[in-house]
């Protein structure tokens, strides 16, 4: 029997147009695609982008899942009309993306290659960094994400730490969990990086009492959500110079506004929510192995707990 898939995401249809429903075909499903649901009780999967005008989901009846595009589900999570079971973006370039974004944005900090790259008075400041396995790097969030970012930074010798909600046992990484873990995450950490979905729980994690566990000087790296951060204890610990400059790529509200103090403070880094993207070459490819999946009966991969928010 052909299975109609709804493409609900139109501003990335155009990537996904010419490999979906071959990928499907050669996957030995018999599918349409569809980018319009005129009749939303014939649809049997959603994939679903926050961009996606759809808001009500109960109209689709038949829907065996609704597949995010997007990593973070946090704006479609709590939509009341959900009730099919939800799968986040899981990819191995989402986490390419994120690694050599973090990487990167972390070498820049722990080498200072600022002062040599912008050195308008030439001047010979020979200065030299100490080296990775010195320095404290706290990883909030030992996800998909988080973990390979630790992985990435163990083996450039930081001395990573991880934070999650549950105990996690990653080789190289020393673990930590839960609300009595945090502060020893954090305690004297030189770099924390914040890969945390957005949660009731997560929101304003990184405030005035967390801020003053680092070391003083410490760089934050933000590509997780906005709402990590509580942007007015950040912008008070850059003052007295307890954290020396901030790198952020996503805010609590996107794009960040023309007059928010993070755009020109010297001590801030805005990345325009472009640390790692879902690509459609290997998004396809996971889509449509969680619809064949689902049609063979297996359980479906990365479904989201509704409860949790993640
Ligand atoms: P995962 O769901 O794989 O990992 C989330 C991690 O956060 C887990 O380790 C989880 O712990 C931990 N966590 C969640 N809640 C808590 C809590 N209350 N206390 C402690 N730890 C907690 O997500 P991903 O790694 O795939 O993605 C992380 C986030 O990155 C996304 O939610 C999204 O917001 C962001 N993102 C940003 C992008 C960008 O371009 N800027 C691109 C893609 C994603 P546990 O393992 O115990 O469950
Ligand atoms: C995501 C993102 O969650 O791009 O995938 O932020």
Redesign the pocket.
């Known amino acids: 029997m052909t299975i109609t898939v709804f493409f609900a995401a139109p501003a990335v249809w155009e990537e996904y147009r010419d490999l979906l429903p071959g990928l499907l075909a050669d996957a030995g499903i018999d599918a349409r695609v569809v980018t319009l649901a005129p009749d939303p009780a014939a649809v049997d999967y959603i994939i679903y982008a926050p961009s996606a005008p759809l808001q009500d989901f109960t109209p689709f009846t038949r829907c065996k899942a609704v597949l995010s595009l997007?990593?973070?589900?946090?704006r479609i999570v709590g939509n009341t009309t959900l009730t099919q079971p939800l799968c986040?973006?899981?990819d191995t370039g989402?986490?390419e993306?994120?690694l050599e974004?973090v990487v990167g944005h972390a070498l820049r900090h722990h080498l200072g290659m600022d002062r040599h790259i912008v050195n308008p008075g030439h001047v010979w400041d020979a200065t030299c960094p100490p080296l990775a396995r010195e320095r404290k790097v706290a990883m909030?969030?030992?996800?998909?994400?988080?973990?390979?970012c630790a992985q990435g930074l163990a083996a450039l010798n930081f001395n990573v730490v991880?934070?999650?909600?549950?105990?996690?046992h990653t080789p190289g990484i020393q673990g930590f969990?839960?609300?009595a873990g945090?502060e020893a995450a954090l305690r004297g950490a030189e770099i924390v990086v914040t890969?945390?979905?957005?949660?009731p729980?997560?929101e304003n994690?990184l405030n005035a009492q967390r801020l003053a566990w680092l070391k003083p000087g410490a760089f934050i790296l933000n590509?997780?959500?906005g709402p990590l951060i509580d942007d007015a204890a950040l912008l008070a610990a850059l003052e007295t110079g307890q954290v020396g400059h901030a790198t952020l790529?996503?805010f609590r509200i996107e794009p960040l506004p023309l007059d928010h103090p993070f755009w020109g403070h010297p001590r801030v880094t805005v990345t325009p929510?472009?640390?790692?993207?879902?690509r459609a070459t290997g998004a396809a490819k996971v889509l449509v192995k969680n619809i064949r999946r689902s049609e063979a009966g297996a359980p479906l991969l990365?479904l989201v707990d509704r409860a949790?928010?993640?």
């Open positions: 997007w990593a973070g589900v946090e986040r973006m899981v989402l986490t993306g994120m974004w909030l969030g030992m996800g998909a994400l988080g973990t390979a991880g934070w999650s909600r549950t105990e996690k969990h839960g609300e945090l890969l945390l979905p957005k949660t729980e997560t994690i590509p997780g959500r790529d996503v929510h472009i640390a790692a993207d879902t990365h949790r928010g993640y």
